[in-house]
């Protein structure tokens, strides 16, 4: 009785393998949705950012998404589809995490809702060295697996250090670009007040890329606000605003 029971249970199997079969492919019939951009926001927890420089990220985010002129540029967006952003913290070369998920954002509501998640997700997850090629191939990961499909993808490194943890940025940046992803940079010079040339010719890339710079943590949240509006509302033919340094042809 045991063998006829199994052979029964074993001449389910291809049966129950082409059901599952068939739902990953129903899954991956489904149609992306459509944006105008695609951003990955990753946010430096390495051991060089202490606590309060931390929180300033992650306020600077916060009021960002709250700020009357990047609701507006998110307004812009939305006969484009809007905006699909997701939160990622990042230290060492294999730490990374996607805090807030991808969520998209066409108007003041779902700024402001996404901004709440931000505040809600604030809790630290590491702190250890700086990885920035591990963050950005982490980044391109997520923006190669969501469900959006947008006319641009950026990824946006802000952090206070260079790279000493595994893999080169500029290598992984070079792949990224590569497959038409935008890295943008904040560089947090209270540290290093050369960082943003660092930024520029090893992390930043593809088209229209910039760094931003601010001298040091207090001046984060006005740097995220021009940083967002100039991602958001991005016009390719035109140069870096004041404040801004391109990416090295």
Do not use: C
């Not at 943590?217 to 004041?242: C, Q």
């Amino acid at each position: 009785m045991k063998k006829f029971r199994s052979a029964k249970t074993l001449g389910l199997l291809p049966a129950l393998a082409g059901a599952v079969l068939l739902l990953v492919q129903m899954a991956s019939a489904q149609p992306l949705t459509r944006v105008d951009l695609e951003l990955v926001l990753a946010v430096d927890t390495s051991g060089s950012v202490d606590e309060t420089e931390y929180n300033l990220q992650i306020e600077g985010l916060v009021w960002a998404f709250r700020d009357p002129g990047v609701i507006a540029a998110i307004i812009g967006t939305s006969a484009s589809g809007g905006i699909a952003a997701t939160v990622v913290h990042w230290s060492s070369v294999n730490d990374q995490q996607q805090i807030v998920p991808w969520t998209l954002l066409t108007d003041a509501a779902s700024a402001q809702a996404f901004a709440a998640a931000i505040a809600a997700n604030a809790k630290r997850v590491f702190s250890d060295s700086t990885g920035i090629g591990g963050v950005l191939r982490y980044a391109e990961r997520l923006i190669a697996r969501n469900r959006f499909e947008g006319r641009r993808k950026t990824i946006d490194v802000s952090g206070d250090g260079i790279n000493n943890s595994g893999i080169p940025p500029w290598l992984v940046r070079d792949m990224v670009t590569g497959s038409g992803i935008t890295v943008n940079g904040l560089a947090i010079l209270n540290d290093e007040p050369h960082l943003h040339l660092y930024y520029a010719r090893n992390v930043i890339g593809g088209a229209g890329a910039f760094v931003v710079t601010v001298s040091s943590y207090s001046d984060i949240v006005i740097g995220m606000r021009n940083k967002l509006l100039r991602e958001i509302s991005i016009n390719i033919a035109a140069g870096p605003p004041a404040g801004m340094i391109a990416a090295r042809p």
